[in-house]
């Protein structure tokens, strides 16, 4: 029975995933962010009816200070909303938002499970739960295997999401529902601080030194990550601007499957920017 649930959990882990990318996809990086950034609020909400936790106004007045100030963050005031355009981007937001709660209550119900064997079973489900996504979004002729590249998938595998979900998972029993929902927003806090960029290596990249351990195209990847911050997300300014960098090459114009290589990664890299720049 604990392991069915683990499984469903796991589920709604890969699906919410899978929503936010979405989401980024279809409204602005600050609109996804803030709704996904919801998902606290409706475990904290829901806390009282599925545990019999009480909602005190100490508790009320936390959850409103954190979205008053995800709003803030977000940069929601800047870009603002575009309007219906961009409802589906919102619903996708709100739906991975709702699924990810439903991560954290779940856990909350398979408390006894030991915290190793609930990051494996889950991590194992939201595996298979995304799989079809990325064998429907991804272009994988792209993929270079580089020893270097290949050590850090494998650590951050292991410590960023091994460790650190197992470390996630093994407190939410210890911890009632609100308190976890809480420091959940310490994570965009965090990234905050560690989103500094790094002003050599993009004077590097852009005269076209191509960073130790890397491929030509990652490096290009690189690039088109940093201009899709700066450009705000604008393809063809990221494209006008590529062209006049060190890293441009024929292979640039060449076409891969129904796209040229320069589109797919500059398509690529503003899906995978989660912040722009915002003047």
Same mark, same amino acid.
């Given at each position: 029975?604990?392991?069915?649930?683990?499984?469903?959990?796991?589920?709604?882990?890969?699906?919410?995933?899978?929503?936010?990318?979405?989401?980024?996809?279809?409204?602005?990086?600050?609109?996804?962010? #803030? $709704?996904?950034?919801?998902?606290?609020? *409706? @475990?904290?909400?829901?806390?009282?009816?599925? =545990? &019999?936790?009480?909602?005190? %106004?100490?508790?009320?007045?936390?959850? #409103? $200070?954190?979205?008053?100030?995800?709003? *803030? @963050?977000?940069?929601?005031?800047?870009?603002? =909303? &575009?309007?219906?355009?961009? %409802?589906?981007?919102?619903?996708?937001?709100?739906?991975?938002?709702?699924?990810?709660?439903? @991560?954290?209550?779940?856990?909350?119900?398979?408390?006894?499970?030991?915290?190793?064997?609930?990051?494996?079973?889950?991590?194992?489900?939201?595996?298979?739960?995304?799989?079809?996504?990325?064998?429907?979004?991804?272009?994988?002729?792209?993929?270079?295997?580089?020893?270097?590249?290949?050590?850090?998938?494998?650590?951050?595998?292991?410590?960023?999401?091994?460790?650190?979900?197992?470390?996630?998972?093994?407190?939410?029993?210890?911890?009632?529902?609100?308190?976890?929902?809480?420091?959940?927003?310490?994570?965009?806090?965090?990234?905050?601080?560690?989103?500094?960029?790094?002003?050599?290596?993009?004077?590097?990249?852009?005269?076209?030194?191509?960073?130790?351990?890397?491929?030509?195209?990652?490096?290009?990847?690189?690039?088109?990550?940093?201009?899709?911050?700066?450009?705000?997300?604008?393809?063809?300014?990221?494209?006008?601007?590529?062209?006049?960098?060190?890293?441009?090459?024929?292979?640039?114009?060449?076409?891969?499957?129904?796209?040229?290589?320069?589109?797919?990664?500059?398509?690529?890299?503003?899906?995978?920017?989660?912040?722009?720049?915002?003047?």
């Amino acid at each position: 029975k604990k392991a069915a649930v683990l499984f469903v959990s796991g589920a709604a882990m890969g699906l919410n995933w899978v929503l936010l990318f979405e989401a980024y996809n279809h409204t602005t990086v600050a609109t996804a962010t #803030l $709704c996904y950034y919801m998902a606290p609020v *409706f @475990v904290i909400l829901a806390s009282p009816f599925i =545990f &019999g936790e009480k909602l005190g %106004l100490k508790k009320v007045f936390c959850v #409103l $200070c954190a979205v008053l100030g995800m709003f *803030f @963050v977000s940069g929601i005031f800047e870009s603002g =909303f &575009g309007g219906a355009a961009e %409802l589906k981007g919102v619903l996708f937001g709100i739906s991975a938002a709702v699924l990810y709660a439903t @991560v954290v209550i779940l856990n909350k119900k398979t408390a006894e499970v030991p915290s190793f064997e609930k990051t494996l079973v889950q991590l194992g489900s939201a595996a298979i739960t995304i799989l079809p996504y990325i064998l429907l979004t991804e272009d994988f002729s792209e993929i270079e295997a580089k020893p270097l590249s290949l050590v850090l998938l494998i650590t951050a595998g292991i410590v960023h999401t091994g460790i650190a979900y197992a470390l996630y998972f093994g407190s939410i029993g210890k911890l009632p529902a609100q308190t976890t929902a809480i420091f959940s927003y310490i994570d965009p806090v965090s990234a905050i601080f560690l989103s500094a960029k790094n002003a050599e290596n993009t004077k590097a990249l852009w005269e076209g030194q191509i960073p130790e351990g890397k491929s030509h195209s990652e490096a290009d990847m690189s690039l088109c990550m940093i201009l899709a911050f700066w450009c705000g997300g604008d393809a063809e300014q990221m494209d006008r601007l590529f062209r006049k960098s060190g890293l441009m090459r024929d292979k640039w114009d060449e076409r891969h499957g129904a796209d040229t290589y320069g589109n797919l990664t500059i398509n690529n890299a503003i899906r995978q920017c989660r912040e722009f720049y915002k003047p």
